[in-house]
């Protein structure tokens, strides 16, 4: 990919769901709601400070992060589907077993 977000900007591809519920129920396309986790593809430098310096994100690269239903803004790159939003959007980011299973 050749785009590189400015400021305190994070590029977030969606990480799809599971399709069964905990009990076997499969749920339907039309019944699902947009996941709520993403993995971060890239991130801007940071955005500066009152005294002019930059300061870096908390993000990088392949983490795992929580965001907001209505977070960001979508576009598509490449054919892919993603997600641009501020680092302040973010809610938090999953660490360890967490970050491979789906949250309950």
Same mark, same amino acid.
């Given at each position: 990919?050749?785009?590189?977000?400015?400021?305190?900007?994070?590029?977030?591809?969606?990480?799809?769901?599971?399709?069964?519920?905990?009990?076997?129920?499969?749920?339907?396309?039309?019944?699902?709601?947009?996941?709520?986790?993403?993995?971060?593809?890239?991130?801007? %430098? *940071?955005? !500066?400070?009152?005294? /002019? $310096?930059?300061?870096?994100? &908390? =993000? #990088? %690269? *392949?983490? !795992?992060?929580?965001? /907001? $239903?209505?977070?960001?803004? &979508? =576009? #598509?790159?490449?054919?892919?589907?993603?997600?641009?939003?501020?680092?302040?959007?973010?809610?938090?980011?999953?660490?360890?077993?967490?970050?491979?299973?789906?949250?309950?």
């Amino acid at each position: 990919m050749k785009f590189r977000p400015l400021h305190d900007r994070v590029v977030v591809k969606r990480v799809e769901e599971d399709t069964k519920t905990a009990g076997g129920i499969i749920i339907p396309d039309t019944a699902k709601e947009k996941p709520q986790q993403g993995e971060v593809v890239a991130v801007g %430098p *940071g955005a !500066r400070d009152e005294q /002019g $310096k930059i300061v870096a994100l &908390e =993000v #990088k %690269p *392949g983490d !795992r992060v929580l965001f /907001g $239903k209505w977070s960001g803004t &979508e =576009v #598509k790159i490449d054919g892919e589907d993603l997600l641009i939003m501020k680092e302040s959007d973010i809610l938090g980011i999953l660490e360890g077993k967490t970050a491979t299973k789906k949250a309950a």
